[in-house]
């Protein structure tokens, strides 16, 4: 059976930023905030390093200053180590070429990390992705079907990304057909964009995709192979999201307040890590209110919070209210306020008596730092 040390973890950091470009225009996609305490790239670390991988590499790309602050050494994945252990990869193709702009060039520049790595397979994953996935399980399954590709996918309705791929699959799991959608569509089994092969392998197609000057990973490698070589979908039944839109963002956190679904993703037995910070449990004021809500160490609650996330450190003036919102780290709701349906990014001011509304289907965004 493979072994997670035997498999080195490709993480892209930057993968579809553009469809959430509010929450990116500062930050990667790893960074975005989720879940109260969480950032994005937590999830697939976390269960990489539950799989027993012990050797990482993240593939940046642009603004990862954040990234880079909350990865630091590894340290709360336990992969700060002398040898193998977290890498934070460079955004440089070559020398010639400046900053990669496709998975292909991103791959091919960090081949030289690729062949140094003594592990037999690789592991390679977006941000984008929300689960707890049981990776041992894919291992498994790759290994007993004697596939060359395993792709990670979800039965549902597919989201709406640039060239994303979709999987037709015969009883046995085995890939019958490859297509690609941008538009979303009917009910299919869509890839998570978790893809599982032998470093061997991915070095020769990667080569062959340089040297013809190919530049998509999913046309021109997973499409045009799937005849060739014998793919395989491993369906996940766990809980997993993939946001491609604020909206998905704000609907996928919603969803798991008051339901099952946040238990099955932060299972006991698979641990999702973070970096951490000590700071003093949640404050409750006289007459402060707070029902079906996450709400992070740090808080100082005096208002009104329902259905609502609310990040480390956010305060909640007296007479404030806040329904179905999800306001991020360090923000601060004024007195007689009102906010439905809105997303704050870090640091942001609401002033006192200021209302926004948004809906379930359209949220308001406030940048960061922003006062109004």
Known sequence: MISGNNVLGIIFSNAYEDSVSELTAARAMGS??????????????SSMVNAGMDHVGVITKSNYQSLMDHLGNGKPWDLSRKRK?????PPFNSSHSGVYRDRIQALSGILGFIRQATEEYVLMCDCNVVSNMKLTELF???????????????????????????????????????YLSSVGGEECHY?????????SLLERLINNAVSLNQNSFERDIIQKYAGRLNMHGYVVREYACTIDSLRSYY?????????????ELFARERPIYTKVRDDMPAMYGLGASAANSLIADG????GTVENSILFRGVRVAKGAVVRNSIIMQGSFVGEDARLECVITDKSVVIKPHKALCGADDFPIYVGKRLVV
């Open 251 to 263: 609907n996928h956190s919603m969803a798991l307040l008051g339901s099952g679904q946040v238990d």
């Open 299 to 302: 808080c100082v609650i005096e």
């Open 140 to 178: 498994r399954e790759h290994e007993q079907s004697g596939a060359d590709i395993t792709i990670a996918c979800k039965h549902g309705v597919p989201p709406v990304l640039r060239d994303h791929i979709n999987l037709a699959l015969h009883e046995d799991g085995s890939v019958r057909q490859v």
């Open 85 to 89: 252990g977290l890498h934070i990869l």
């Open 191 to 199: 890839s998570l964009n978790v893809f599982l092969l032998r470093k």
């Open 32 to 45: 975005v905030p989720f879940c109260g305490r969480y950032r994005l790239i937590d999830f697939p670390l």
